[in-house]
């Protein structure tokens, strides 16, 4: 079974700085998809950005771009230029390519803003 | 980005009673919906994948008459949980993704159930 890490609980960034939160998997698949997804207080689940694991590139959004290591099974996400909006939990997700379209989650990192 | 309601946004029952929670995927059709519950101060968990015109497959240690889900239509989908108790109360949140347009997941806004 396919499991996801992520092993800073908490981190903190001042605003309008840089913060990298990290996350890494175990599979045995070569096929599959990667997710950072948000939840504000709110508790609404936002897609922030996405991986396919056949593609080198890493994927960028905006202020939102990750440091895909296929070998390693590390998938961080780096945030530019921290906004107080950024403030909340993110999950990492780990979806198989083969059929099975359940989302695995790590356990999360709540991220805060500091003025 | 595709959108996902979830009715109603909280709850509060009585044990022993039943209460429904609604998904619908607003803006487009999904074959595939499925039902998460999240603890406070936890991760998602994925109770079931609900699938249009069939049973849902439900994940390991999760009661399927407790939890009964229902996939009526490509834009609907429910969650019943039957004799509600205490230890039922939490956050449910549904998903779903858009046929033959890619692997991403929309979610809900959730829906906190709270049995007294």
């Known amino acids: 079974a396919q499991t996801v890490t992520q092993s800073q609980p908490e981190m903190s960034v001042q605003e309008a700085e840089t913060v990298t939160l990290s996350c890494t998997y175990d599979t045995s698949e070569s096929d599959y998809y990667l997710f950072w997804y948000k939840q504000p207080p709110s508790r609404q689940m936002i897609l922030v950005i996405r991986?396919?694991?056949?593609?080198?590139q890493n994927a960028t959004e905006n202020r939102f771009s990750v440091n895909f290591q296929k070998a390693a099974k590390s998938f961080s996400l780096k945030i530019s230029d921290s906004q107080l909006g950024d403030a909340a939990m993110y999950f990492c997700?780990?979806?198989?390519?083969?059929?099975?379209?359940?989302?695995?989650f790590g356990t999360g990192t709540r991220l805060t803003i500091i003025p | 980005g595709a959108v996902v309601s979830q009715h109603p946004s909280r709850v509060i029952c009585k044990s022993g009673t039943s209460v429904k929670i609604e998904c619908r995927s607003l803006d487009f059709q999904a074959t595939t919906m499925f039902w998460y519950r999240q603890f406070p101060k936890q991760s998602l968990m994925l109770m079931a994948t609900s699938n249009e015109g069939s049973k849902a497959t439900y994940e390991q240690g999760v009661e399927k008459d407790k939890f009964l889900i229902n996939h009526a239509s490509l834009t609907l989908s429910t969650l019943t949980v039957t004799s509600a108790h205490p230890e039922d109360s939490s956050f449910y949140i549904c998903?779903?993704?858009?046929?033959?347009?890619?692997?991403?997941?929309?979610f809900g806004p959730g829906t906190r159930l709270l049995v007294l």
């Open positions: 991986q396919e694991a056949y593609k080198q």
């Open positions: 997700a780990y979806r198989s390519g083969f059929g099975n379209e359940k989302l695995t």
């Open positions: 998903s779903a993704r858009v046929d033959l347009a890619g692997e991403t997941q929309y």
